[in-house]
């Protein structure tokens, strides 16, 4: 049986610890639980809390775990990911054919035909054309008294002229 006390990872001789003042003990032990808290804060992550992943830094989280990571081989004849599904060619307003005339790398021009190129669609919502209302709204003339009595605007129809959209 050992006569050490360990805190922290530090092995203190039990005798050292009885001769320590009291307030010394109680400031150790309130600075070891502090201590303890900080480096469970400190250790924790999107894994094991409820942080969201954003708040792990680069080089933490899932991939920092030694695992090597995995690198995406893409062939030549595998096609783009697509992010949405594509409208058929049928139902597009334009289809233009993109053909590059000089090679990137050398310069060199380029001729032939690629029967399966990459596609990339551009939607667009069609230009939005508002609905305007006019009310003619007429004043008439009293024949008693000559003043002059405009009508109302109807049930729906905003004094500000702005629509309900």
């Given at each position: 049986m050992s006569d050490d006390i360990e805190m922290a990872d530090i092995k203190v001789a039990k005798a050292d610890w009885d001769?320590?003042?009291?307030?010394?003990?109680?400031?150790?032990?309130?600075?070891?639980?502090?201590?303890?808290?900080?480096?469970?804060?400190?250790?924790?992550?999107?894994?094991?809390?409820?942080?969201?992943?954003?708040?792990?830094?680069?080089?933490?989280g899932e991939k920092s775990k030694g695992q090597p990571q995995q690198q995406r081989q893409v062939s030549e004849t595998q096609a783009p990911r697509q992010v949405r599904k594509l409208t058929p060619i049928e139902a597009c307003a334009v289809v233009e054919a993109g053909l590059p005339a000089i090679c990137c790398q050398c310069g060199t021009a380029l001729s032939g035909?690629?029967?399966?190129?990459?596609?990339?669609?551009?939607?667009?919502?069609?230009p939005s054309v508002p609905t305007?209302?006019?009310?003619?709204?007429?004043?008439?003339?009293?024949?008693?008294?000559?003043q002059l009595t405009q009508a109302p605007l109807p049930l729906g129809g905003s004094p500000s002229g702005d629509g309900e959209r």
């Open positions: 001769s320590t003042p009291a307030s010394i003990q109680a400031l150790v032990l309130v600075l070891n639980e502090r201590l303890t808290q900080l480096e469970e804060k400190l250790n924790q992550n999107s894994q094991n809390s409820s942080q969201p992943p954003s708040s792990d830094g680069f080089g933490k035909y690629d029967p399966p190129p990459h596609r990339h669609q551009v939607m667009a919502l069609p305007v209302n006019e009310y003619r709204l007429h004043p008439l003339s009293c024949q008693q008294c000559d």
